[in-house]
């Protein structure tokens, strides 16, 4: 639970959302550690104040779960990221654009399908969805650039259904919701729900949206979830998989594939989760989750892997909120900001005690460190869910390349981040003791291009002078 001074600061931001941006009803909650820490709600449904219990339409954060099963069907082997369309759904003209495309919105389709509005249209089957695709269904070169694409999803909704020979949103209950205990998310709505309502621009009263079954377009954004069911979804995205998905599978899901706003990229988008850059009262954060839009109802939920918090919220309304979920976090933050964790000791092998210290690459120097278990990345976990042992490579002069590495089976290291990503460290040793680091055929030596080690184009026999 939150400090009672931090629960009135959380309470009145959600109660200035509800009231400025004339919002029917609006729930909130944080999650930290896994469990609701706060909840929060204003205005009515049915008359009443809705509940941890009470359904919205959650739009888009249905994506999230169609992207989680087709990264269990890329773990299983059933497929590949970079597989194009057309291996598993063939006969669209969109079949050259891959599986990874698709996920990460970079496949150049278009943002919405043929047709009418989908959102507030009853939807058509996957046979005629697919019949009136054309080449208009493309509007940039695959790879080029982030598109966000309704119509992308709705494929990979299909490639679910048919690698699993079920209906998408079976797969979804089947191999997420249930596992993770998540019985109040479903595709229609079950009382108790709220009503989608768009709010009068210039006076105080309500239109009902229509809802719909969007067929084809469904796994888009066709979902209904509650408070209790969403806090644990952020716990998943936040890293707490409940054995839906390998941690590192997740945290692969979490990496950005492409960014929405240039260099200096605030948001982002990974494989099926949107991603963040947030800096508040609690300093720099690096969000992932997803927003939810669809016609009255507005939805949100972001974790923060790193610090085991995240937030939710979800409205009533067709449009007008602002950035609640962030405020919140901020309010958090300021309040009750985190402690750091605790140092203690950690043993460490000789082996790998003897690798710490100064490297030089040429005549620049690197330190290695080994990094305590507690602040390993995914890629530092074995299968079995054990840490395993890594390493920091880091410049002295603050430039230069620094990577982590992970020890491997057969006693290499594998990059996990930086420019050394996925590159091979191989430590050579003679019976004297270790000579120098390969990395990738750059080799780091203890001395300044020391005269004894394999330096690449040789050493000046006259030293330094």
């Known amino acids: 639970m939150v400090l009672e001074g931090t629960a009135r600061a959380l309470l009145r931001r959600l109660a200035v959302e509800q009231a400025e941006s004339r919002v029917p009803s609006l729930v909130a909650a944080i999650v930290r550690g896994g469990e609701i820490a706060w909840f929060g709600a204003r205005g009515r449904v049915d008359g009443e ?25 890329r ?3 059933r497929l590949d990221l970079l597989d194009p369309l057309d291996k598993h759904v ?47 269904s493309a509007r940039h070169r695959p790879g080029r650039r982030y598109h966000y694409s309704n119509l992308g999803f709705a494929l990979l909704g299909e490639v679910v259904a048919r690698k699993r020979s079920a209906p998408w949103e079976e797969v979804v209950r089947e191999e997420v919701l249930e596992p993770l205990g998540m019985r109040d998310t479903t595709p229609r709505p079950r009382a108790p729900h709220a009503t989608g309502y768009a709010v009068h621009p210039w006076a105080d009263v309500l239109l009902p949206e229509p809802e719909n079954d969007h067929g084809a377009m469904a796994p888009a954004g066709q979902l209904w979830t509650s408070v209790t069911d969403l806090a644990r979804w952020a716990a ?61 109802f507005l939805a949100s939920v972001w974790a923060d892997p790193a610090d085991g918090v995240a937030v939710l919220w979800m409205a009533n309304t067709t449009s007008g909120m602002r950035n609640l979920d962030t405020a919140l976090l901020d309010i958090l933050a300021e309040h009750e900001p985190p402690l750091p964790a605790e140092w203690s000791p950690s043993p460490v092998d000789d082996d790998l005690l003897e690798l710490t210290g100064p490297w030089y690459w040429g005549p620049t120097p690197y330190a290695v460190r080994v990094l305590p278990q507690r602040a390993q990345s995914h890629r530092g976990q074995s299968h079995r869910g054990q840490p395993q042992e890594a390493l920091s490579l880091t410049p002295l002069t603050g430039q230069g390349r620094a990577s982590r590495f992970v020890r491997q089976a057969d006693g290499t290291w594998l990059g996990l981040d930086g420019y050394y ?40 026999p006259a030293g330094w002078r």
């Open 236 to 296: 998943f995205i936040g890293g707490d998989t409940g054995g839906v998905l390998r941690p590192a599978t997740l945290a692969e899901m979490r990496e950005p594939a492409v960014v929405e706003d240039g260099d200096l990229w605030v948001r982002g988008y990974g494989l099926g989760l949107q991603l963040a850059r947030h800096v508040g009262p609690g300093g720099s954060r690096r969000l992932a989750g997803h927003s939810g839009s669809m016609p009255g």
């Open 421 to 460: 990503a996925g590159e091979t460290l191989r430590v050579v040793r003679s019976p004297s003791g270790v000579t120098h680091l390969d990395l990738n055929t750059f080799i780091f030596t203890r001395e300044p291009y020391d005269p004894g080690a394999p330096v690449p184009g040789g050493v000046d």
């Open 75 to 77: 773990d299983e082997g």
């Open 90 to 136: 063939p006969g669209t003209p969109l079949g050259d654009v891959t599986v990874a495309q698709l996920l990460s919105h970079s496949g150049g389709l278009t943002a919405e399908s043929p047709g009418q509005w989908w959102e507030r249209t009853p939807g058509v089957p996957v046979g005629d969805l697919v019949a009136a695709l054309g080449p208009e």
């Open 49 to 73: 104040p809705p509940t941890r219990d009470t359904q919205y339409r959650i739009g888009s954060i249905t994506k999230t779960l169609v992207a989680t099963v087709i990264m269990r069907l």
